[in-house]
Antibody, heavy 123, light 113 residues
């Protein structure tokens, strides 16, 4: 059974870079044709897609966050990572990693999801 | 700001039927992109409930059903149970002049009375 687990600092200072890693278990991140993604949820609010990556390194990002986001993959560790630069309090959220379904990009959904990790931006 | 609008809350007694709407526009649902639904139980990650407008993943009870028409989609829960009390989100794809990305609904809290 495929499982995803987020890890990283729970507290980041304003203007610094948020860094998270998603470890995939129960399957290889590079053995199939899936994309992998990051989604966040501010406390008490809705969901926002951040971006996605293919095992080859091909990425696509939410246009509203694109200038601050970098997603990378390490197939040797079966992990993919998120970096979000110049963070502010508005970036405080639970960050989830998830697998994007196979097939056409515009028809895709996310399943399964990691349990999520809360990142607070505060000095 | 979400581009898919859902009612903030719906409620029903056990055994009743409730529906949740997801209203989009011509750049997302109306453009023919599929709608998917997620259930988020308190304190947990979202779980896929419906994919491809009306398909249920293995293990999801047939009490849950989805449909899509025009620029909107709906999730119906029949035979409402206490365990259905959760937040529900729709998701689709949006393509406009400002770019393309996956979008989620504003979320709906289902309360079982």
């Amino acid at each position: 059974q495929l499982q995803l687990q987020e890890s990283g600092p729970g507290l980041v200072k304003p203007s610094e870079t948020l860094s998270l890693t998603c470890t995939v278990s129960g399957g290889s991140i590079s053995s199939s044709s899936y994309y992998w993604g990051w989604i966040r949820q501010p406390p008490g609010k809705g969901l926002e897609w951040i971006g996605s990556i293919y095992y080859s390194g091909s990425t696509y990002y939410n246009p509203s966050l694109k200038s601050r986001v970098t997603i990378s993959v390490d197939t040797s560790k079966n992990q993919f990572s998120l970096k979000l630069s110049s963070v502010t309090a508005a970036d405080t959220a639970v960050y989830y990693c998830a697998r994007r379904s196979l097939g056409e990009l515009s028809l895709s959904w996310f399943d399964p999801w990691g349990q999520g990790t809360l990142v607070t931006v505060s000095s | 700001q979400s581009v898919l609008t859902q009612p903030p809350s719906v409620s029903g007694a056990p055994g009743q039927r409730v529906t949740i709407s997801c209203t989009g526009s011509s750049s997302n649902i109306g453009a023919g992109y599929d709608v998917h639904w997620y259930q988020q139980l308190p304190g947990t990650a979202p779980k896929l409930l419906i994919y491809g407008n009306s398909n249920r993943p293995s293990g999801v009870p047939d009490r849950f059903s989805g449909s899509k028409s025009g620029t909107s989609a709906s999730l119906a829960i029949t035979g409402l149970q206490a365990e259905d009390e959760a937040d529900y989100y729709c998701q689709s794809y949006d393509s406009s002049l400002s770019g393309s990305n996956y979008v989620f609904g504003t979320g709906t809290k289902v309360t079982v009375l």
